[in-house]
């Protein structure tokens, strides 16, 4: 159970960032608020955990019914 976006774990579990500064990559400047810059101070966030992806005690007990149904069809074949 998951997904393969980058930023899902970011979402699931929160983080804290550092202050850092940010610059641009392909370009020779950035564009933030109307404004034109070299390079921009981020002062660091804490973003909350906001889960998405969770299990119940029936999503467990589905899963392993899943599985062991299909693992006695595998060993019957």
């Known amino acids: 159970m998951g ?4 930023y899902e774990r970011i979402h699931q579990q929160g983080t804290t960032n550092r202050p850092h500064v940010i610059r641009p ?10 404004r ?16 998405f992806l969770s299990l119940t005690e029936q999503d467990y ?4 019914h899943t599985i062991n149904d299909y693992l006695q069809h595998a060993l019957e074949e």
Not at 3 to 6: C, I, L, P, R
Not at 25 to 33: I, Q, T
Not at 61 to 64: D, F, H, P, V, Y
């Open 3 to 6: 997904s393969n976006v980058v």
């Open 61 to 64: 007990q589905a899963l392993t």
């Open 25 to 34: 990559r392909y370009k020779k400047a950035l564009v933030f608020n109307g």
């Open 36 to 51: 034109v810059v070299k390079r921009v101070n981020h002062p660091g966030s804490t973003i909350p955990a906001r889960p």
